[in-house]
């Protein structure tokens, strides 16, 4: 409390917003932009006045809001959809722009004939993902914000090895790759569903291998 009313540090400010102390720190840096409100100094620290605080997040959010991409409803939501066309429930133009909230947790995976995932989603599903939006999905991050982003969910993954050996023994010994989710998934003791998006990494990163060494 500073007189009768109360302020905020930007720890403060972080905690009653929910975002990251590095986003205050954005957000103060170029307040102009967000419109974030003007610190003040007592006691030879810098706070914020918690009203103007709730007053700027209210408005930051709705801008967020305002921004996301317009979604389809229509359709059963017990309909099985592929990711080009939660993309299209999304807004969105390509299935390159679902949110890896998304993406990495399919409700259903199927194997193709030639070894690759399908993933597939209940209407529902992708329904209530867009639900939780609070703003445009991020197109990158700023560089030196954040370590290096991963090439995919499973590349510090020690489980991905043994996805990549069973892949490559089966092609040896030319087995249908069918069935070999079920094998990992024992191997390993994991679920189905993580063993087949694990073949599914294992199988692109053979893929580009076998590119890059005919290149």
Do not use: C
């Not at 003040?40 to 930051?60: K, M, N, P, V, Y």
């Not at 809001?65 to 389809?72: C, K, P, S, Y």
């Not at 994991?190 to 692109?204: D, H, K, N, S």
């Amino acid at each position: 409390m500073i007189g009768a009313r109360i302020a905020l540090d930007r720890a403060g400010v972080a905690a009653h917003t929910g975002a990251a102390y590095s986003t205050v720190n954005h957000w103060h840096r170029h307040r102009a932009r967000f419109g974030f409100p003007e610190g003040f100094q007592h006691d030879g620290r810098e706070w914020f006045w918690l009203d103007d605080i709730e007053a700027f997040h209210t408005a930051h959010q709705a801008a967020k809001r305002a921004e996301l991409t317009r979604v389809d409803r229509r359709g059963d939501s017990d309909d099985l959809i592929g990711s080009g066309a939660a993309a299209r429930v999304l807004g969105y133009g390509s299935y390159r722009n679902l949110p890896d909230t998304l993406y990495n947790h399919p409700d259903r995976v199927e194997t193709l004939p030639d070894g690759r995932v399908r993933r597939l989603w209940f209407r529902r599903t992708v329904w209530a993902v867009a639900d939780a939006r609070t703003g445009r999905q991020s197109t990158g991050r700023t560089p030196g914000t954040t370590g290096a982003r991963k090439p995919h969910p499973y590349a510090d993954d020690p489980r991905l090895s043994a996805a990549i050996a069973l892949l490559a023994e089966a092609d040896r010994a030319g087995r249908d790759r069918r069935g070999l989710g079920v094998a990992l998934a024992q191997q390993l003791g994991i679920t189905e569903r993580t063993a087949q998006r694990l073949l599914a990494v294992a199988y692109e990163a053979n893929a580009t291998s076998l590119a890059a060494s005919s290149g």
